[in-house]
């Protein structure tokens, strides 16, 4: 944030005034006040978090995933590829209650060919992010509708909010929309349409149940069963520990996933995602074994014990092995990613046999043994306090950088000004603080980029995790805490030495006779300026006002920058 050269610094002429001990006897409790102002912030910042228990296994009581039913009337049972599919789009207007915003949604209508009377009907709801009728479901919209389903995919209903701020129950209306479209067509049995939830959406789901009671069954994938703030959370966590990061950088996902949302006006983050209605249909679960999103066997526990209140022992759970998040065979960022093995086969019987009202024979729980790392964060929740503070503390040290960014460019300005004219000093600055004060903002400042290439290292690895991708091995994202906190702990060293230098020369100077100085003067004597100037013409820091407004300003500028690494927990030494 400086520049300074050693044109600019004008040095004492007398130096050296205090005894190696005595500076060092200065710094030392210097350096370990302001330690353990440091320390202090990482430890009341500091959120516990729940772990245990870890490496949870939900047993499976067969390896075979198949699905198959009880038939004693022999009724005919279609299967997938049965049936020509033709498609067809239309349109359906969604309004966003409490803004009126209005977003035209198309509708992907797939119909199965050659088929006589009132067809089940399935309609899906999106995950995460912005799909479209046309990029979504595709493959599982079209083996449904192979089957004998009339499927609808929509468009994501979103309006103007984003992934942060999402309208759940607003989107629970639109997805409702779209079911009573289905249940209007003459080809459809307006008693037998379910839904296709995936990931995000088995949030809006929740919603979704409790205002439509006639939703006919649901089949579920990666369901985030827990609320968004413990559900993210969990997978936040885990992943970090995946892809190697060093464990310091749990400590930012501790403090991250406490902030209080509501003070953004955003209420999503701590919806309860289960009432009476959630699962009180015939649901299907499915999970991939290598999924790194989502809380399975604790997700299992909950739907089990959320269905069997609602009196319903219809529910069926199946594990793919190999699969991700969204069951698909590897890299979903990929085209043409498959689906898991047997997965649509599986699914579709599971399907035909709930629109035909039969008995399922096969095992309520099969496939791959399902697992779990490590316990879902139920204790987290939104802290107030530490919100206020970590914004004040971003803003401000933000502003503060910009400032000293601003001043360091004009000082820059000056000087090449200065040289040009062969003027004098354009800062001014003494006994060496200027040379001082640059090396330690540009230690400071690379710490600080050390630290964002780690955590960007760490978000790239989760997002590829979430992709069903294998992330690079950690580099940065491991060593580069346990440097940063080396470095931080050298730089308050070199900040007491600056402040010891500060008060070295402020006692020759005789600012530590201020006091009698200003006795003196009221009884006639000469001003403190005076008297200071008599001693010793140069300043303590800087001759100019613009050399001590910069030192000024950067000092508190790199002290922000300290106490930000403090609140994400970089001065909690283990």
């Given at each position: 944030?400086?520049?300074?050269?050693?044109?600019?610094?004008?040095?004492?002429?007398?130096?050296?005034?205090?005894?190696?001990?005595?500076?060092?006897?200065t710094?030392?409790?210097?350096?370990?006040?302001?330690?353990?102002?440091?320390?202090?912030?990482?430890?009341?910042?500091?959120?516990?978090?729940?772990?245990?228990?870890?490496d949870?296994?939900?047993?499976?009581?067969?390896?075979?995933?198949?699905?198959?039913?009880?038939?004693?009337?022999?009724?005919?049972?279609?299967?997938?590829g049965?049936?020509?599919?033709?498609a067809?789009?239309?349109?359906?207007?969604?309004?966003?209650?409490?803004?009126d915003?209005?977003?035209e949604?198309?509708?992907?209508?797939r119909?199965?060919?050659?088929?006589?009377?009132?067809?089940?009907?399935?309609?899906?709801?999106?995950?995460?992010?912005y799909?479209t009728?046309?990029?979504?479901?595709?493959?599982?919209?079209?083996?449904?509708?192979s089957?004998?389903?009339?499927?609808?995919?929509?468009?994501?209903?979103?309006?103007?909010?984003?992934?942060?701020?999402?309208?759940?129950?607003?989107?629970?209306?639109?997805?409702?929309?779209?079911?009573?479209?289905?249940?209007?067509?003459?080809?459809?049995?307006?008693?037998?349409?379910?839904?296709?939830?995936?990931?995000?959406?088995?949030?809006?789901?929740?919603?979704?149940?409790?205002?439509?009671?006639?939703?006919?069954?649901?089949?579920?994938l990666?369901?985030?069963?827990?609320?968004?703030?413990?559900?993210?959370?969990?997978?936040?966590?885990?992943?970090?520990?995946?892809?190697?990061?060093?464990?310091?950088?749990?400590?930012?996902?501790?403090?991250?996933?406490?902030t209080?949302?509501?003070?953004?006006?955003?209420n999503?983050?701590?919806?309860?995602p289960?009432?009476?209605?959630?699962?009180?249909?015939?649901?299907?679960?499915?999970?991939?074994?290598?999924?790194?999103?989502?809380a399975?066997v604790?997700?299992?526990?909950?739907?089990?014990?959320e269905?069997?209140?609602?009196?319903?022992?219809?529910?069926t759970?199946?594990?793919?092995?190999?699969?991700?998040h969204?069951?698909?065979?590897?890299?979903?960022?990929?085209?043409?990613?498959?689906?898991?093995?047997?997965?649509?086969?599986?699914?579709?019987?599971w399907?035909?046999?709930?629109?035909n009202?039969l008995?399922q024979t096969?095992?309520?729980?099969?496939?791959?043994?399902?697992?779990?790392?490590?316990?879902?964060p139920?204790?987290?929740?939104?802290?107030p306090?530490?919100?206020?503070?970590?914004?004040?503390?971003?803003?401000?040290?933000?502003?503060?950088?910009?400032i000293?960014?601003?001043?360091?460019?004009v000082?820059?300005g000056?000087?090449?000004?200065?040289?040009?004219?062969?003027?004098?000093?354009?800062?001014?600055?003494?006994?060496?603080f200027?040379?001082?004060?640059?090396?330690?903002?540009?230690?400071t400042?690379?710490?600080l980029?050390?630290?964002?290439?780690?955590?960007?290292?760490?978000?790239?690895?989760?997002?590829?995790?979430?992709?069903?991708g294998?992330?690079?091995?950690a580099?940065v994202?491991?060593?580069?805490?346990p440097?940063?906190?080396?470095?931080?702990?050298?730089?308050?060293?070199?900040?007491?030495?600056?402040?010891?230098?500060?008060?070295?020369?402020?006692?020759?100077?005789?600012v530590?006779?201020?006091?009698?100085?200003?006795?003196?003067?009221?009884?006639?004597?000469?001003?403190?300026?005076?008297?200071?100037?008599?001693?010793?013409?140069?300043?303590?820091?800087?001759?100019?006002?613009?050399?001590?407004?910069?030192?000024?300003?950067?000092?508190?500028?790199?002290?922000g920058?300290?106490?930000?690494?403090?609140?994400?927990?970089?001065?909690?030494y283990?």
């Amino acid at each position: 944030m400086t520049n300074v050269s050693q044109e600019d610094e004008q040095q004492p002429d007398q130096v050296g005034r205090w005894s190696r001990v005595r500076r060092l006897m200065t710094s030392l409790p210097i350096f370990v006040i302001l330690m353990g102002i440091l320390v202090s912030v990482s430890h009341l910042t500091a959120v516990p978090w729940k772990y245990d228990p870890v490496d949870q296994n939900f047993p499976t009581l067969t390896p075979d995933t198949s699905v198959t039913f009880d038939n004693p009337d022999g009724i005919h049972l279609d299967k997938m590829g049965d049936y020509r599919v033709k498609a067809h789009h239309e349109t359906v207007t969604a309004v966003r209650e409490g803004t009126d915003e209005r977003q035209e949604i198309r509708v992907q209508i797939r119909e199965p060919l050659g088929v006589q009377g009132e067809r089940p009907g399935v309609v899906f709801m999106h995950g995460a992010g912005y799909g479209t009728c046309d990029n979504s479901f595709g493959d599982v919209a079209e083996t449904l509708a192979s089957a004998g389903f009339v499927t609808a995919v929509l468009d994501k209903p979103v309006w103007s909010t984003t992934d942060a701020n999402r309208d759940y129950p607003a989107s629970a209306r639109a997805y409702d929309q779209v079911i009573n479209l289905l249940r209007a067509k003459q080809n459809v049995d307006p008693a037998r349409v379910g839904i296709y939830a995936t990931s995000e959406s088995t949030w809006i789901s929740s919603f979704l149940l409790s205002m439509d009671k006639d939703v006919a069954f649901q089949i579920l994938l990666s369901p985030m069963v827990y609320s968004p703030r413990h559900a993210v959370g969990f997978f936040v966590a885990q992943d970090f520990a995946i892809a190697g990061a060093n464990q310091g950088y749990q400590s930012v996902v501790r403090r991250l996933f406490s902030t209080d949302a509501s003070l953004f006006n955003i209420n999503s983050l701590d919806i309860d995602p289960t009432d009476e209605n959630t699962y009180a249909i015939p649901t299907l679960l499915a999970y991939g074994a290598k999924d790194v999103m989502t809380a399975q066997v604790e997700g299992v526990q909950r739907v089990l014990a959320e269905a069997h209140a609602a009196g319903n022992e219809n529910v069926t759970v199946r594990s793919y092995a190999v699969s991700n998040h969204v069951l698909r065979l590897g890299d979903e960022a990929n085209t043409g990613t498959p689906l898991a093995d047997h997965y649509q086969e599986d699914m579709t019987n599971w399907a035909v046999g709930q629109a035909n009202g039969l008995r399922q024979t096969s095992p309520s729980v099969g496939g791959a043994t399902i697992h779990q790392s490590i316990a879902v964060p139920t204790d987290l929740r939104g802290r107030p306090v530490l919100t206020i503070y970590m914004l004040v503390l971003h803003i401000l040290t933000f502003l503060l950088l910009l400032i000293s960014l601003v001043m360091a460019l004009v000082a820059a300005g000056i000087k090449i000004h200065h040289l040009i004219r062969h003027k004098g000093p354009a800062l001014g600055f003494s006994h060496g603080f200027g040379g001082s004060l640059a090396t330690v903002t540009g230690t400071t400042l690379a710490s600080l980029v050390l630290f964002v290439a780690g955590l960007g290292q760490v978000i790239m690895a989760v997002v590829r995790l979430g992709w069903g991708g294998v992330p690079d091995p950690a580099g940065v994202s491991y060593w580069s805490w346990p440097v940063i906190q080396v470095v931080c702990a050298l730089v308050i060293w070199a900040w007491s030495r600056i402040f010891t230098r500060m008060a070295e020369v402020a006692s020759f100077k005789g600012v530590s006779q201020i006091p009698s100085q200003l006795k003196a003067h009221r009884a006639g004597g000469p001003t403190v300026a005076q008297q200071m100037h008599s001693n010793d013409p140069q300043p303590v820091v800087a001759s100019t006002r613009l050399g001590l407004a910069l030192f000024i300003v950067t000092t508190l500028a790199m002290f922000g920058v300290l106490l930000i690494f403090a609140f994400w927990g970089l001065f909690i030494y283990y």
